[in-house]
């Protein structure tokens, strides 16, 4: 990229970085610490600025950026992820807003431990939302690598790693600093600039190809060098079963692991009422159902305009084929209009990535604290706030994101976000409909469902050839897999369920009929809720 690139992309970023990081220090002037204003905003939110700011949660860099890139590379195949993202928030609307809102108060043990023996179910659920929340930010630290890497000019190992530490830290100040209310403020932000940013693409790609979309779809058949096959399925999951079980494994994951997502349950809090709750389900979904159909128009776009092999050359996972269309469509290097289309696309995905690592690690610092850390900590001893201890465990966590995220930097982003959508399914989402429905469901069926989802799907991964065994595995050089599918959805989600009828049914202790009462009125109703 040119210096002209650089330097206005770089003050886009700056520009942005600045805004949020004022409205997270004005925040943080502004709340009385307490642990209801940290995790949930002090509940203040309108359901339109909570749709937003959910929407802004969801539509993250995997989206954006992996979405696109895996339809320019795969065509139809890559359609999934759009699909998947989006039919996952009608099981969200129908099962999950109103009864969360209800039943929980900060995180989703709360939820499970209304009726529950608190101090295991707390730990379990605690420890499944952190596994998820760390697979998710990798994703988005990987994604912040390579399009820095293409601003930069190439593919920089030290401008890489610089990236994602710098990731890493703005997200842990953001979270220690503004808590929810500052994390909210930024999701909205960037949840309109994203939409501005991917409406302006799409109607620019319609444009060049004067509104005529079946020319759009056969020209990117014909740049793709896969021909008709690119329209159709089968070019990434298709051919052996094992390709075929995958698109099953991937397409349960996706449209069931949104309702077990940590940083999106959260978000329910954030408003007064469960109506409240519901409403701003209804808000996000038609934000994010248009932005869906709008990746598909960039990734075929991409596939026309700049072609599957440049795709391709330019990042192997296809991770930067909206930012290169985004040059063409501007007019190409070294013009005006592509030096600022690209500039301001690479500064929208660089802001997509912060807001969402904020949101996430606000979720998994919660669970840290108000889960894992409230059930251990022994009487007697020094005690620390919640919120002291979310704090330092946002900066815990940070790390560990950063670390894997250099580590996973190869990997496309959507395909990563695919991975933890699979241990959200298959760990938290059990427990969860199992605890708002299921009358006879006991502490040793939660546990048990939440670490017979948990285990199995984080082993399943890394023997699997995301890990070993493949060129695009993590450690290319090394086998040791010996779960043929990439994603492991089709077999951890039946056993999360399987796990928590075998632990209810053999149960020694019965079932707490007065409480699961008092869960299903408030559920139903809101009285007593929070």
Known sequence: MTGDHQTLALLLFSAFVAVTLAITTWVSRNRHGSAEEFYAGGRLFSPMENGFAIAGDYMSAASFLGISGLIALYGYDGMLYSVGFLVAWLVVLLLVAELVRNCGRFTLADVVAARMAERPVRIAAGTSSVAVSVLYLVAQMVGAGSLVALLLGGTGEAARTWTVVGVGALMVIYVSLGGMRATTWIQIVKAVLLMAGTVTLTVLVLIRFHGDVNSLLNTAAERSGHGTAFLGPGLRYGGDWTARLDFISLGLALVLGTAGLPHILSRFYTVPTARAARRSVVWSIGLIGGFYLMTIVLGFGAAAIIGSAEVRASNASGNTAVPLLALDLGGGAGSTGGTVLFAVVAAVAFATILAVVA???????????????????????????????????????????????????????????????????????????????????????????????????????????????????????????????????????????????????????????????ETEVRALTGAGAA
């Not at 251990?376 to 005690?383: A, D, F, I, P």
């Not at 023997?463 to 599918?485: K, T």
């Open 359 to 517: 949101g996430i690690t606000l979720a998994s610092s919660a669970s840290v604290a108000h889960d894992l850390y409230a059930s251990l900590r022994r009487s007697g001893g020094k005690q620390y706030s919640e919120v002291t201890v979310a704090r330092v465990a946002a900066a815990v966590i940070g790390a560990v994101a950063i670390g894997l995220g250099l580590l996973a930097r190869d990997l496309n982003v959507a395909f990563l976000v695919g991975l933890a959508f699979a241990v959200a399914a298959s760990a938290n989402l059990p427990v969860l409909l199992y605890s708002l429905f299921w009358r006879r469901f006991t502490t040793r069926g939660a546990v048990w469902s939440v670490y017979g989802g948990l285990v199995p799907a984080v082993l399943l991964v890394v023997f699997s050839p995301v890990v070993s065994g493949s060129p695009e595995a993590l450690f290319p050089g090394m086998d040791f897999h010996v779960f043929p599918l990439q994603n492991p959805g089709v077999v951890s989600i039946p056993l999360g369920f399987l796990a928590g009828w075998l632990g209810t049914v053999t149960s020694p202790e019965p079932p707490d009929e007065a409480r699961h009462a």
